[in-house]
């Protein structure tokens, strides 16, 4: 099976795309783009694999669902296309950075420049239907997704893992903590931001670790 995406990627994963649950899944999304709105569009699913080849991985920012609002996902966690309002927890986010590193809101939140320095924003599941969250879950893409993490964890060394929330904490599991940095927080949702993420010093933790190891710090 042919799948585009980034070619140092797209070895590393050769196992998975030959998979039984993987061509059921790319059956599935096929049939879910032809019956009706999906998101993000079908060219950039693999988008945090484009910019964030498997080589230049410094930090991996877990998120759950893309975004089910029209012209919001774009294959990026957290992320939104600029004109795009931020979402509430993108922009507890960016609050976050701006209390712990004292830089503003930037104009807009496309989280493109973190990808680009070695940021890999990957959401658990990669597709999903307007306006269902969670719609395209249990179909094969946290098989996939938690397969790109052991491979980062066993292909990569020094990575920083933020995993925000529950459902990104136990993930963990597939982390060797003696080779990485892991840092687990509260989601930045609103529900819960104000128990634990909002104070919790990640983006300068990432930063001291990786000036640590001798690897450029990421300009949030």
């Not at 990808?115 to 249990?138: I, K, P």
């Amino acid at each position: 099976m042919e799948i585009k995406i980034e070619d140092s990627w797209k070895i590393a994963l050769s196992k998975e795309f030959h998979q039984d649950y993987f061509s059921d899944l790319v059956s599935f999304v096929k049939d879910e783009y032809r019956m009706g709105q999906v998101f993000p569009p079908g060219k950039e699913i693999f988008n945090a694999f484009w910019h964030c080849p498997l080589e230049s991985v410094k930090v991996v920012i877990l998120g759950q669902d893309p975004y089910h609002g029209p012209g919001q996902a774009h294959g990026l966690s957290f992320s939104v296309k600029p004109g795009v309002p931020f979402p509430p927890s993108l922009l507890n986010i960016l609050k976050e950075i701006k209390q712990d590193l004292g830089r503003d809101l930037p104009p807009n939140g496309d989280l493109t420049r973190w990808a680009d320095q070695g940021v890999f924003l990957l959401n658990a599941t990669l597709t999903v239907r307007a306006h269902q969250a969670g719609s395209h879950q249990n179909r094969g893409w946290e098989t996939f997704t938690d397969g790109v993490i052991r491979v980062i964890n066993e292909q990569r060394q020094n990575v920083v893992f933020m995993l925000w929330g529950a459902y990104a904490q136990k993930k963990s599991l597939l982390i060797d903590s003696g080779k990485h940095l892991v840092l687990t927080a509260p989601h930045p949702s609103p529900l819960s931001a104000h128990r634990g993420f909002l104070g919790c010093g990640h983006f300068s933790k990432a930063n001291a670790y990786l000036e640590s190891k001798k690897i450029p710090v990421i300009q949030w």
